[in-house]
């Protein structure tokens, strides 16, 4: 019978159809809308958060992918390496390819004289090259008393300025002829025109900006003076009390005026016409090419420059308007690692074609090094391989059988609850108390070797265990009941029909939870850190007993390092982490629907 009511009109109506009935649906689904629109909003953030986490990550990373060399003609002097023509590899090995490196280098760049220029020249170039070149030669004597073309790997610095991630020259507008006139170690050029009045500009406003800064400085100790003159009108003290406010009053005073007559002379060279101002290391950097030479400008004035040459002109004659340049680096100097002459220096070897770009293989091939440069994560990986090992085989069999014995024999009382809840609140725990575990225990008590892949692989085993066991059981339990009834019925042990039928339909599901557990355990921390696996690691392990480090711990390492191509490698590193992530994901996933059964 249909529910209905009256309106007094003789007419009836739905209770479904009415009026509330509406109200009551619209609100339901404007309910179920808004609901709707938050999840979508969940999920939007969620994503946006990790494409702006992947974005960052690999736009860091992007920098470490490639590699800077310098190639220059190397004459293979053997008495500068120090070795003989029928030298073996020992002697070889001991030669000074350092020395030999250094030597070409200042053969290529011969306007580095002094002793401060070479030391800049030298830093163009990695220690690990001298190593390579050696390596090289070791391979094949037959170099030895030769001149060849060897491609030398550029420091980090070097190497950074090449990619960009430095400042770059900027051209300005010149005009007019330029006559320079070199004058000992100075040059001076003088142009018919006002194109240097830039340089004059930038210098008069950085006296302007330094006279403002000292105006602030003169400010605030004006308000320290104010606080002492307060304390001497508003106190009664007498004798060494008094005279220790007073002398403060005074030496706030005195560093007021002093601060006042610095900016009040800034600003007098400021506002003065004409004139030279002097380029300090605080402010951009100005250099003049002309007649084949590189002049770092040091003082200027709107038609004048004076500069020392950091590659010597070539020709000692007027340069007319198009044949000379005015460029400047609007870094200054002491905001780069890489100084105003080796700047110069790259950019002619760029010019020359003596420097190239190749795909860095040597960062998937090498082990760490405190030379940013020549650092690469394989004696990470090595390491990371040998712990996970460790790892597998001490969780998977015990994780396993334990499983087998809590679901299939133990009995349903206290004690098997208690190891219950226990296991399941081990998985809960946080990763360093296992580190802690492991340095007590392990390395302190069973004396296992400090910073090796098994320590590091047992206090992991432990962190991973209660994974194992969890998932196992969820597996084993997932076996239908008839599977083992029909085992039984034809007179198969219990123990034949877990391991001959229960444990190869549920192994899917283990391997599963297995993979997922060393997922987990592969990009852990802090308990690694905990049992000394934080060292310099230089060597490859070759076994699980050698010193070793792993992914993780070398990222932490590198991201404590300041060198800004240490922060683009540990971005690569975790990129090589995130893809061992995934790749054991995507094994597990594709274990279980390779082997998954539906009951």
Excluded: C
Excluded at 235 to 248: F, K, Q, V
Excluded at 423 to 444: E, H, K, R
């Amino acid at each position: 019978m249909a529910d209905v009511t009256g309106d007094g009109s003789g007419l009836t109506k739905s209770v479904h159809t009415s009026d509330e009935a509406h109200r009551r649906l619209r609100r339901r689904y404007n309910f179920e809308w808004r609901f709707k629109a938050i999840g979508m909003a969940a999920i939007a953030l969620a994503a946006f958060a990790l494409i702006a986490l992947l974005s960052t990550v690999l736009g860091n990373a992007v920098g470490a992918m490639r590699e800077t060399y310098i190639t220059i003609p190397v004459q293979l002097d053997m008495e500068v390496i120090g070795v003989a023509a029928d030298a073996d590899r020992d002697a070889i090995r001991r030669g000074n390819f350092d020395g030999l490196v250094r030597k070409s280098l200042r053969r290529v760049v011969s306007s580095a004289t002094s002793r401060s220029d070479k030391r800049a020249l030298h830093k163009l170039v990695s220690d690990g090259a001298a190593l390579s070149l050696r390596q090289a030669v070791m391979e094949n004597p037959t170099m030895l008393g030769q001149t060849q073309s060897i491609a030398l790997l550029a420091s980090d610095d070097a190497d950074l300025w090449i990619k960009g991630y430095g400042d770059k020259f900027e051209l300005l507008p010149s005009s007019g002829t330029a006559t320079p006139v070199v004058t000992g170690e100075q040059v001076e050029i003088v142009v018919e025109s006002s194109a240097f009045q830039t340089i004059l500009l930038t210098i008069k406003q950085s006296l302007r900006d330094a006279a403002t800064v000292l105006r602030q400085q003169a400010v605030a100790q004006g308000r320290g003076a104010a606080v002492f003159e307060g304390r001497l009108k508003n106190t009664s003290l007498i004798g060494e009390p008094r005279r220790n406010i007073e002398a403060s009053l005074t030496g706030y005073r005195t560093q007021v005026a002093d601060l006042t007559a610095k900016a009040d002379a800034l600003t007098k060279r400021a506002e003065a016409p004409g004139g030279y101002g002097e380029l300090t290391t605080e402010l951009p950097s100005f250099f003049v090419r002309i007649n084949g030479g590189v002049v770092k400008v040091e003082r200027a004035s709107g038609d004048t420059i004076v500069g020392r040459p950091i590659l010597p002109l070539q020709l000692d004659q007027s340069a007319a308007t198009g044949s000379w340049r005015l460029e400047r680096l609007l870094t200054s100097e002491d905001g780069r690692r890489v100084n105003d002459q080796q700047a110069v220096w790259l950019e002619e070897l760029r010019n020359s074609g003596m420097i190239s770009r190749t795909i860095n293989w040597n960062f998937l091939s090498s082990s760490n090094s405190r030379e940013a440069e020549i650092a690469g994560v394989w004696g990470a990986v090595v390491g990371s391989f040998w712990t996970m090992l460790v790892t597998f085989l001490l969780a998977f069999p015990v994780g396993v059988m334990a499983a087998i014995y809590l679901e299939e024999f133990a009995p349903k009382n206290g004690i098997t609850d208690f190891i219950e809840v226990n296991i399941n609140n081990l998985a809960a725990v946080p990763s360093i108390v296992f580190g802690l575990l492991g340095l007590a225990v392990f390395i302190s008590f069973f004396g296992v070797p400090r910073s090796t892949a098994m320590a590091g692989g047992i206090v992991l085993a432990l962190m991973t265990l209660p994974t194992i066991i969890i998932a196992s059981r969820a597996a084993i339990k997932a076996v239908p009941p008839s599977i083992r009834e029909a085992a039984l019925g034809v007179g198969a042990s219990k123990i034949q029909t877990v391991s001959h039928h229960v444990l190869p339909l549920a192994m899917p599901g283990i391997m599963t939870g297995t993979i997922i557990g060393m997922a987990q355990a592969l990009g852990e921390t802090a308990p690694l850190l905990m049992i000394g696996m934080f060292a310099f690691i230089r060597e490859i392990p070759t076994g699980i007993t050698e010193p070793a480090t792993a992914l993780p711990v070398q990222i932490y390492q590198w991201s404590d390092f300041p060198e800004r191509l240490f922060e683009m490698k540990t971005a690569a590193a975790i990129v090589v982490l995130l893809l061992f992530l995934i790749t054991m994901n995507a094994l597990a996933i594709l274990l279980r629907r390779r082997f998954e059964r539906r009951w």
